[in-house]
């Protein structure tokens, strides 16, 4: 199936070529031509739910596109289903969650989120986070895709680290100026450190210190008050704001 995809991708980009077309146009062709094929695969391999669960499907695909959300996630828990031969009962129920996380991502990510950020929240929510830290999350990664800090904190979850201490430490580096860099360090440290038998919250410890040791000291509370109202023309005393 890969090299099909090839073969029509590459005839493609030669149709392109022949025709005159732009390069960018002739691979925008070539990825259509890959999604057509990979829709098409799935389709097949989705023959093997029963109708009720194949109109739960459509309904809940439908919904999602209504809404915005993606609907890859769902195709792809219900592709899980028919792999492990999961009862077309399970199969809904499980459908029905994964949009009900991607409406929660959306609401809680909003205004705007990419379908990376969505899908990173919902997995997240899988894992037991709460709506409140993807939120938080949001606001501390200011105009950077949340997508990896929603990511790293689903997988330091999912490997045992408590809920809590796995979002003050994904906080904690956002706020002293960590990437994405930095937070796929943490989860590489942390699942390697568990693999060798660490225990989670202690593997956390360890590697957040010692990335966090790189980055700069994040500025005291007050000193970050001053700093905005001098950007705003005020100053402030006794806690009252003054013009100047």
Same mark, same amino acid.
């Given at each position: ?30 990825? @259509?031509?890959? +999604?057509?094929? +990979?829709?098409? #695969? +799935? #389709? ?25 959300? /993606? ?43 990419? @379908?990376? #950020? ?13 709506? +409140? ?21 689903? &997988? ?15 906080? &904690? ?7 994405? &860099?930095?937070?796929?360090?943490? #989860? ?12 989670? @919250? ?17 500025? /005291? /509370? ?23």
């Amino acid at each position: 199936m890969r090299m099909r995809r090839s073969a029509l991708a590459t005839s493609a980009l030669l149709l392109g070529a022949a025709l005159g077309a732009p390069a960018s146009l002739a691979a925008q062709r070539g990825a @259509d031509l890959r +999604t057509a094929a +990979t829709r098409a #695969e +799935t #389709e097949a391999r989705l023959t093997a739910l029963d109708p009720a669960t194949r109109d739960s499907l459509r309904v809940v695909v439908l919904d999602a596109q209504r809404r915005g959300l /993606p609907t890859e996630p769902v195709y792809a828990k219900a592709l899980e289903g028919v792999e492990k031969g999961a009862p077309g009962e399970r199969i809904q129920t499980a459908i029905r969650a994964m949009f009900h996380r991607l409406r929660t991502a959306n609401d809680s990510l909003a205004p705007r989120a990419s @379908d990376a #950020e969505l899908v990173a929240g919902a997995d997240a929510l899988a894992a037991g986070v709460p709506s +409140t830290a993807l939120r938080e999350l949001r606001s501390l990664s200011g105009r950077r895709s949340a997508a990896t800090a929603l990511g790293v904190l689903a &997988q330091l979850v999912s490997r045992g680290v408590p809920v809590g201490k796995a979002t003050d430490a994904v906080k &904690q580096l956002l706020q002293r100026g960590g990437g994405q &860099q930095q937070l796929l360090a943490l #989860e590489r440290g942390v699942n390697g450190d568990v693999a060798l038998g660490m225990l989670p @919250d202690v593997a956390l410890d360890l590697r957040s210190r010692a990335i966090m040791s790189g980055l700069p000291m994040a500025a /005291p /509370p007050a000193a970050a008050a001053a700093a905005v109202g001098d950007a705003s023309g005020f100053s402030t005393q006794n806690g009252t704001p003054r013009r100047p």
